[in-house]
């Protein structure tokens, strides 16, 4: 079946540093590709997605592209800020499917 | 922020109780979710509606009961509460089943059963 692994965390970094969270799936077909950011206490937030290969997706200085042959759609960010520190979610979708297949989470803490 | 409010966002219950939990939608999107987050299971999905009254199983059914009586409302019911389903609750829309088209969450509704 469907599946997405996650680059085990917690990460901490300090800030201004380089983020890379790792994310590979297996899928049938063709799925579209997630990133949802979570805070403490609150509810899941998309962060920017990608429905094709090649394509990438950004928001908030974040990005991730879609590479179909590593089947990878891992997560980067340039200069990281405290304000980052969070649980990010890489998730798949294929068509028709009525649920996204998310991964574990990865908790991320970002010091001054 | 997509609007979707879950009510009540904190509860307390005994087990072998009922406790049902509200989503409320104003996007109009056809489809709404039910799933459950637990420390290393990640997000699972319960149920699921693709319209009104049209509800379907997700993978982890067992226990819990949906309805949609209008397009705006979706709400889940457990039957009789367990520890087992002490969990977060998070109320899911999305405009349609096309891979590329985003799933959108709620706040959550905690759920403590003792």
């Known amino acids: 079946g469907d599946s997405v692994t996650q680059m085990e965390g917690p990460v901490t970094l300090s800030e201004e540093a380089f983020l890379t969270i790792n994310c590979t799936y297996t899928?049938?077909?063709?799925?579209?590709l997630f990133w949802y950011v979570q805070y403490p206490g609150e509810g899941l937030q998309l962060l920017l997605k990608?429905?094709?290969?090649?394509d990438k997706g950004s928001n908030k200085g974040f990005e991730a592209t879609y590479r179909k042959e590593t089947t990878s759609f891992h997560l980067e960010k340039g200069s990281v800020q405290v304000s980052d520190s969070a649980v990010y979610f890489c998730?798949?979708?294929?068509?028709?499917?009525?649920?996204?297949?998310f991964g574990q989470g990865t908790r991320l803490t970002i010091n001054p | 922020d997509a609007g979707i409010t879950q009510s009540p966002r904190h509860k307390v219950t005994e087990t072998g109780t009922p406790v049902t939990l509200r989503c409320h939608q104003t996007?109009?999107?056809?489809?709404m979710y039910w799933y459950r987050q637990d420390p290393g299971h990640g997000l699972r999905l319960i149920h699921y509606?693709?319209?009104?009254?049209?509800?379907d199983k997700g993978e982890v059914s067992d226990g819990y009961s949906v309805s949609r009586s209008k397009t705006e409302d979706f709400l889940l019911t457990l039957e009789s509460a367990t520890s087992s389903q002490t969990s977060v609750y998070f109320c899911?829309?999305?405009?349609?089943?096309?891979?590329?088209?985003?799933?959108?969450f709620g706040e959550g509704s905690w759920l403590t059963v003792v």
């Open positions: 998730a798949l979708r294929t068509q028709g499917a009525q649920k996204l297949v």
């Open positions: 996007e109009n999107h056809r489809y």
């Open positions: 990608a429905t094709k290969a090649d």
């Open positions: 899911a829309i999305s405009e349609s089943d096309t891979s590329g088209n985003t799933i959108y």
């Open positions: 899928a049938t077909g063709y799925p579209s």
């Open positions: 509606s693709y319209g009104v009254k049209d509800t």
